[in-house]
């Protein structure tokens, strides 16, 4: 697995993410990554892993709400003890 993640907002900037858990759904990779994970709280954001046809890959935020639901309860079942 990942440890860390690069990720540039639309302006370029750049964040790193520390990878929490990775899954696969329906053949497509997400993690659940956040970027201080010494914090009691985390802010942890979900990406979807992304294939280019050069075979490069980045990772994006889910827009699809129901896409979005259906990997947060994957996750939260990872997580459940």
């Known amino acids: ?38 914090e009691e709280e985390l802010d942890a954001w979900i990406f979807k892993q992304i294939r280019t046809d050069d075979d490069e890959v980045y990772y994006e935020t889910i827009e699809d709400e129901t896409e979005l639901e259906a990997v947060i309860e994957v996750f939260e079942e990872l997580f459940l003890f």
Do not use: C, P, R, W
């Open 1 to 38: 697995m990942l440890d860390e993640i690069t990720v540039y907002n639309d302006d370029g900037e750049e964040a790193v993410f520390h990878v929490i858990e990775q899954t696969q759904i329906n053949g497509n990779s997400y993690l659940l990554a956040a970027e201080d994970v010494d």
